[in-house]
């Protein structure tokens, strides 16, 4: 096992055709552990000092643990707003990169007093590791991530649905499309600015509507997620609805798709057109394009919003680790 620690994002940008084959061989992985991500979130919102470790057995990238440094703590690449935090190991050789991340961590003795690992999955590695007996850890609940499994047919998803949401849901649909021309359509290269923009506009309508700022109306999370975006549309992840109503977007549904998991990550919808219900209706015809792709599980991601045990949902919690040195 060769270790390197990786301080520069130059040196970690030419790691990515490596670090997206090791992604590929992790089945508890994420989208939020790829470089599509991660990568602009250092950009964008990276303080203090890289300390990416990467571990290799022979010329193959087994094991890449994500982190930085800042104010005597050691945090994952992507803190804050990610909902699924963790590194990166090739379950051939979790063990050995797992000791070999920890001892080049307790080599650092200089630059930290206590790890943080938040928002880690239950299948997380770090959660399971063997912690080395100079470190003290302490693992505690962290979120919840409600998570919904899709049936395979769409007429299965509404049988299963209570008698009440599947009346809404008529209900929303008729009366929608006796007033409008309703067009659910995804983001293509040439169209992605333009959802883009609706997705802002959509998301903060809702917000200033209760005097509040909505988390995309910071310009530095707007560029961020362009960013996410334009990577994640060229890896075919991209899954940016958009709901027309006589051709204007009046709802957008932002998610991420990685193999038969789709991850909802932000919507929104104009209030203007809260009687036929746009974000209720725009979930469901995303559910039903979803099931046709062979989407097998939508993660609704952090927070439990009434909204999405009405569709069934269930919950998973993540966890936080941390470590000390004393």
């Given at each position: 096992?060769?270790v390197?620690?990786?301080?520069s994002?130059?040196v970690?940008?030419a ?5 997206s084959?090791l ?10 552990q ?5 990568l ?7 303080s ?6 990467a571990a ?14 800042e104010?005597g703590?050691i945090?994952l690449?992507?803190?804050?707003i990610t909902?699924y935090?963790?590194?990166l ?9 797992l000791a ?5 961590l307790?080599?650092?003795k ?6 943080q690992?938040g928002e880690?999955?239950p ?5 399971n590791a063997?912690i080395p007996?100079e470190?003290v ?5 962290a979120?919840?991530?409600?998570f919904l499994?899709?049936p395979g ?16 849901i008529?209900s929303?649909?008729k009366?929608?499309?006796e007033?409008?021309?309703l ?7 040439r169209?992605?600015p333009?959802y883009l923009d609706d ?6 309508s809702?917000w200033n ?13 707007q560029r ?11 890896k075919?992840?991209?899954y940016l609805y ?11 549904i932002y ?5 038969e998991?789709l991850?909802?990550?932000l919507g929104g919808?104009d209030?203007a057109?809260h ?7 725009a ?6 394009d ?10 609704f ?8 045990y009405?569709?069934?949902a ?10 000390s040195?004393?």
């Amino acid at each position: 096992m060769r270790v390197e620690v990786i301080t520069s994002e130059p040196v970690l940008r030419a790691l990515c055709p490596e670090w997206s084959e090791l992604l590929d061989r992790c089945p508890y992985a994420t989208p939020f552990q790829s470089p599509e991500w991660l990568l602009p979130w250092w950009r964008h919102f990276g303080s203090g000092s890289l300390r990416v470790v990467a571990a290799r057995t022979a010329d193959t990238l087994v094991g890449l643990f994500p982190l930085y440094v800042e104010n005597g703590r050691i945090l994952l690449i992507g803190s804050g707003i990610t909902d699924y935090l963790d590194v990166l190991v090739d379950p051939a050789f979790e063990h050995d990169a797992l000791a070999a991340m920890f001892g080049v961590l307790l080599q650092c003795k200089g630059d930290w007093e206590t790890a943080q690992f938040g928002e880690l999955r239950p299948a997380s590695p770090l959660l399971n590791a063997a912690i080395p007996g100079e470190l003290v850890s302490f693992s505690s609940a962290a979120s919840v991530c409600p998570f919904l499994t899709l049936p395979g047919t769409p007429d299965d998803f509404y049988a299963a649905l209570s008698y009440r949401q599947r009346r809404h849901i008529r209900s929303a649909k008729k009366k929608a499309s006796e007033t409008y021309l309703l067009e659910l359509s995804l983001a293509q290269s040439r169209t992605l600015p333009a959802y883009l923009d609706d997705l802002f506009r959509l998301h903060n309508s809702r917000w200033n509507e209760r005097n509040m700022p909505g988390v995309l109306s910071d310009e530095a999370i707007q560029r961020f997620h362009r960013d996410a975006m334009e990577g994640f549309l060229d890896k075919g992840w991209l899954y940016l609805y958009g709901l027309k109503f006589d051709g204007v977007t009046v709802a957008s549904i932002y998610a991420i798709r990685r193999n038969e998991r789709l991850f909802g990550y932000l919507g929104g919808f104009d209030p203007a057109h809260h009687r036929f219900s746009p974000g209720m209706l725009a979930l469901s015809l995303v559910f039903e394009d979803a099931i046709c792709k062979g989407v097998q599980e939508f993660d609704f991601l952090r927070g439990r919003e009434a909204y999405k045990y009405a569709w069934g949902a269930h919950d998973r919690t993540t966890y936080a680790l941390t470590l000390s040195r004393s």
